[in-house]
């Protein structure tokens, strides 16, 4: 078992594509992630004070599309996701688009959250924990393809053990935030027909958004 520290260190050495050489866009993440530096303007004192460093949340959310690239050659492809699609849509038809929330909301809940040394656990566990997180994706995947929310839960809720799983003050952030988006829909679906694209984890469950939207009154169905 490796320290926090020296498992930080360890995936930045380790981690994308190294053979056989490293691959120059894992070089540019890597090297922001160490330095907290943009990898393309390192002499441009005006632009480094704008850029934060990227914390070990974020370099974790990444590595994530690389395993699943590693295991998915030729039918995955990260440039083209649907909610990419959707926005390239409404651009093309001159149709409105916001967020749930602002940018830096987003941020603070996404690659902010908890200390650094808890996001450098989580992100060893990943490594540590390759073959589970797969699967995990794998079986997530199938349930949101089936449109079977059950499914969906029930591998999102699978557990590793220790400091892998969520702590209890996590999952709750979490509710609380999918709890103030339902409750900013109502008023955004009033104006006019409104299309919502979240995250699969974000759906099911009691505390999910399709439960509250049913609490609130709203009928729920699939669409195919």
């Known amino acids: 078992m490796m320290g ?27 090297e922001e992630v160490r330095t907290g530096v943009a990898y393309y303007v390192p002499d441009y004192e005006k632009e480094l004070a704008k850029i934060e460093k990227k914390t070990p949340a974020a370099l974790t959310r990444e590595m994530k599309i690389w395993l699943y690239l590693a295991n998915h050659r030729g039918t995955f492809d990260p440039m083209s996701q649907i909610d990419a699609y959707f926005v390239q849509l409404a651009k093309k038809n001159n149709m409105p688009m916001f967020g749930m929330e602002t940018v830096e909301e987003y941020a603070n809940a996404v690659y902010k959250a908890g200390s650094e040394t808890r996001q450098k656990e989580q992100m060893m566990c990943l490594v540590d924990n390759q073959s589970f997180y797969q699967k995990q994706m794998d079986n997530v995947l199938n349930g949101y393809m089936m449109q079977n929310m059950n499914t969906i839960e029930q591998a999102l809720n699978e557990k590793i053990g220790g400091n892998c799983d969520a702590t209890a003050e996590e999952a709750k952030a979490c509710q609380e935030r999918i709890a103030q988006w339902a409750q900013k829909m109502p008023g955004i679906m009033t104006g006019a027909p409104t299309l919502f694209v979240f995250g699969i984890e974000k759906l099911p469950g009691d505390k999910g ?14 669409v195919k």
């Open 209 to 222: 958004i399709l439960q509250l939207l049913r609490d609130a009154g709203y009928t729920v169905e699939g």
């Open 4 to 30: 926090a520290e020296t498992a930080f260190d360890w995936v930045l050495s380790h981690a994308g594509a190294t053979v056989p050489c490293r691959d120059i866009v894992d070089q540019r993440i890597c």
